[in-house]
């Protein structure tokens, strides 16, 4: 199917016959400056036909040698050597990182072991009293761990009681 300009082109050009030509026409009566186009355009085309001459070269056996000179010198000079491109292409740093990537990974795995790994995914919390003392003599402090309810008690014995009420200075 042919748009509307190129339609309108051929009938210009009077290349549209039988019921294209008629169906156009009919799309053109609603367009009252279709004609003064096609007369426009008939105007220009012959305007061009007469004024528009291609100028005869006075030398051409000489323009034609220079062309040819051109050319030939054109062919002689090497190509250029292909300039090398930036090493960080982006394909090169997408491989980088995922190598990078991998080999955090190796260093994790071999690294960290594996038993400290199991009791990490265990256990949220891990809490290991090292040492436990006080300065005062009055109180002794001792810390115990229970392994199957996973806690860790510190019990401090000696210690006064401070009633809520009191405000701390």
Partial sequence: MKTFEEKFSAWIDGQLTGDELADFERELATRPDADAEKFAAHQLGDLLREHVATPRLANADFFNHQLMQRIAADEAQPAPAPRRAFFWTLP?????????????????????????????ARQEY????????????????????????????????????????????
């Fill in 92 to 120: 090169r740093m997408a491989l980088a990182g995922a190598f990078c990537l991998l080999l955090s990974f190796a260093m994790y795995f071999v690294a960290v072991p594996k038993t400290q790994r199991q009791i990490e």
């Fill in 126 to 169: 891990v809490a290991k009293i090292l040492n436990a003392h006080s300065d005062d003599p009055a109180i002794s402090a001792t810390a115990f761990h229970d392994k199957q309810q996973n806690v860790t008690v510190l019990w401090l014995d000696g210690l006064d009681y401070i009633p809520d009420h009191q405000q701390v200075r």
